[in-house]
Every structure is written in C-alpha cells, then in structure tokens.
C-alpha cells in the first residue's frame, strides 16, 4: 500500500534504473537457471551491469518525457523482480517434487526388497523340502540333511533362482541411485529457497524505489495541477500546456496504485485577509514584501504583475466535477484517478495567498535566460519570496 503525501516536495530525488538494463534485468531473471549458482551468477551480473548504467532523475525538474520513462524503468524492475520470485519459488517446487518423487520410488523399491527377498526365501525353502522326497532318498548318501542343503545352494547357483537374485541386486543399486537423487533435491531445494529469500529481498527495495518515484511524481503532480488552475486567468495556454503534460503522468501513475481505503478527515477551513498589492491579490501577511519586491524590479526597469491567491473553493468546484462528490473524492483522491488529473484542495500556496505568478507585458514569465528572471533572482529572495526552478514565473514564500 502506497503512502499518499498531504503536500509536494520541490526537490526530491531519487535513483531508477534505465530502460534498457531493467529489459535485460526481465530476461535474466525470468528463466529458471540450472543450479542456485547460476541463479546468483545471474544476478550479480545484471546488479554490477545496472549499477554501472543507473540514472539519477530529479522529479520536480524532469520534463515529461524523462518522468514517463523513469515511472516505466520502475515497473520494469518491480516486474523483473517479481519474476525472479517467481522462477526462483518454481524452482523450488520443483526440487521438492523431485524430492517426494525419489522418495516414493524408495518405498516402491523397499517394498520390492521385501518382497524379493521373501521370495528368494521361499525358493531356497522349495528346494530345501525338495530333497527330503522319497525318490531322493537314494541319493542323499551317508548324511541326508548336509546333502539337501548342498543340493538347495548348488540349486540356486545353477541358476533355478538367479533371476531373483539379479533382481535383489538390481533393487539396491536402484535404491542407492533413488537415495542419492532424493538427498541432492532436499540440498537444491535448500539452495533454491536461499535464492528466493533473497529475491524476495531485492523485490521489496524494487518495490521501495517504486514508492518512493510513484510519491514524488504524486506531489509534483499535485503541485504543478495547482498551478495551472492558478495560471488559467493568466495564460490559458500555459495551463493547457501543463495539463496536458500531467494527463500523461497520470496515465503512467494510475496503473500503479493501489486503492485507498480508510477515514477521511477535511480541513478545518483558514481565514485569511486579503489585500490587492498593483493588481495581484496575496495574503495580507506579505503586503510589504510584495510592494518591496514590485517596486525594486520597476527601479530596476521591469513593471510586473500577476496572479496571486486562489480561493480553495473554486478548486473544489473542480473536483467535484472531475474527481467525485464524495468527501474522498474532492480532499483525498490521487489528482491522477481524477479524470482529467485534479490537484486537492488546500496543497497550493496560492491558495494562502502566499505565491504568485509573474507576469510581464501580459505574459507570464517564461524564460530563464532573460534579464526580467535574472533580476527577480536577485531582488525576490531580499524579500522573502523564491522561485521554483522547473516554472521562471512561479515564487512563493517557500519556493514550492
């Protein structure tokens, strides 16, 4: 069960591993090996190939593209693992067959055993009570009883119960082969089980790496939907842009999580006083950072505007439409199992009149080789504000 994080984190990193090396990571460990070494040999070559070829991605910066490709090289591995349990637990199921096969074929042969002794018992007996007939009586000479035995053994070493002889020894070869096979299926199936613990193990931390990608993709999904219901009064376009870019995301998300289940508790709702600083509405609480920040960038040449506080109620609106009327629905549903991908309610700065996105000319800020961001970049942290790096127009107070 995947953890749903309440709020983004601007930079979380984490490790996956390529496309490539997870597709030969499948191969290798999908086929059964032959013996427990092989298995490990398998392994450990594909770990040092993976290790050697592995990506770092930052999640919050990624374009979409690379974040499609690391949510996929995740799957991949968790699948890849999954089918090395797999193959490793049939491995095992099959030594153990092996094993209780053996082991019915050595009770079948101790029964034989028994039996072809009983048998071979019963002819020496037969052979023995044969001589003390009256027609031998004339041949059995001066000591009749070592007679009859010497006749029963030379008997059955002529031949009259050499066949159960043969069989008698065919029987202990037999066993011996059938002991040894089911003592080397008890040590592979040992060996085998060892091999599983062990990817079972490697399993869990796929599946950790997994978790970790699926939150960070959660929280910068969450964030950058905000934005862009932010950004619709501003730049439709630009909102559109990031939309569209988070449906593909969601698309990649979506397969890989779990339902949630469990109480659901909605915020207390915040008041908060508002005030109109040149145009853009933002929490009273920062009035004069933001006529500050606005007055330095004009002395500095640059006449900004832009967009500040969001009501939360307007994006509950959305999410009923999108997402669901239920409680669940609108504060606690995944944006990516909205259709299309909503952010919840409350997780924006803009929300607390706490961010704002800047325009100039009636464009927002979209460059970051441009002399208006370089200036923000000097002047906005004097003033309490910071940029998130993935978007040049949006800075808050806690750069999220």
């Known amino acids: ?101 053996a082991d019915r074929a050595i009770a079948a042969l101790e029964a ?52 159960v002889l043969d069989e008698l020894r065919t029987i202990v070869a037999e066993l011996e082969l059938q002991r040894e096979v089911a003592q080397q299926a008890r040590t592979d199936a040992a060996a085998y089980r060892d091999a599983m613990e062990d990817r079972l193990k490697e399993l869990a931390a796929a599946r950790g790496l997994e978790e970790t990608l699926l939150l960070a993709a959660l929280a910068r999904q969450e964030r950058r939907l905000g934005e862009a219901a932010a950004l619709s009064q501003l730049e439709a376009s630009l909102a559109d842009e990031i939309r569209v870019e988070e449906q593909r995301i969601a698309d990649a998300i979506a397969s890989r999580l779990p339902p949630r289940s469990g109480s659901v508790t909605i915020p207390d709702g915040v008041d908060i006083e508002l005030v109109t600083v040149n145009g853009i509405v933002v929490n009273a609480q920062v009035e004069d950072n933001v006529r500050g920040l606005l007055a330095a960038m004009s002395a500095r040449g640059f006449d900004l505007s832009g967009g500040g506080y969001r009501s939360v109620d307007s994006q509950i609106r959305l999410r009923r439409a999108n997402c669901g009327t239920s409680d669940y629905a609108i504060w606690e549903m995944p944006a990516s199992q909205c259709r299309p991908p909503t952010a919840r309610p409350g997780l924006s700065q803009h929300e607390l009149g706490l961010a704002i996105d800047f325009t100039i000319d009636g464009r927002v800020i979209r460059c970051r080789d441009c002399g208006v961001f370089r200036a923000l970049s000097e002047v906005a942290p004097e003033f309490g504000f910071l940029n998130l790096p993935s978007e040049p127009w949006h800075w808050s107070t806690t750069g999220g």
């Open 1 to 101: 069960m995947l953890l749903f994080l309440a709020s983004g984190s601007s930079k979380r990193r984490v490790v996956v591993f390529t496309a490539s090396i997870l597709a030969l990571a499948g191969v290798a460990t999908v086929a059964s090996a032959a013996t427990p070494d092989e298995l490990r040999d398998e392994r450990k070559t594909v770990q040092e190939e993976a290790a050697a070829l592995a990506v770092e991605i930052e999640v919050e910066l990624a374009e979409v593209e690379e974040l499609e490709a690391a949510l996929a090289a995740a799957q991949a591995n968790v699948d890849g693992q999954q089918a090395a349990v797999d193959a490793a637990m049939r491995s095992v199921a099959d030594a153990e067959a092996a094993a209780e096969e």
């Open 112 to 163: 034989r055993q028994v039996r072809t002794r009983i048998e071979l018992r019963d002819a020496a007996i037969d052979s023995y009570v044969s001589f003390q007939s009256v027609n031998h009586l004339d041949v059995l000479g001066d000591d009749p009883w070592k007679s009859s035995r010497a006749e029963t053994l030379a008997d059955i070493g002529a031949g009259n119960s050499f066949d």
